[in-house]
């Protein structure tokens, strides 16, 4: 498996959700991902965005 840098996966612009930070790619907020790591609302109980995931690419868990 290859490292990723994840200063590559956070991003952040002016013109998109106020400035604040982001998954790449995505209007997902780091903020968001916080929240529902810290709540677990989520249908799985895991935060998994496709792109991210190997069981969101692949459809299995």
Known sequence: MQATDIGT?????????????????????????TAWYKSRDTPSGNICLPRFCKSGISGGH
């Open 9 to 33: 996966l956070i991003i952040k612009s002016s013109d998109t959700l106020g400035g604040r930070p982001r998954i790449a790619g995505t209007r997902v907020s780091v903020q968001r991902i």
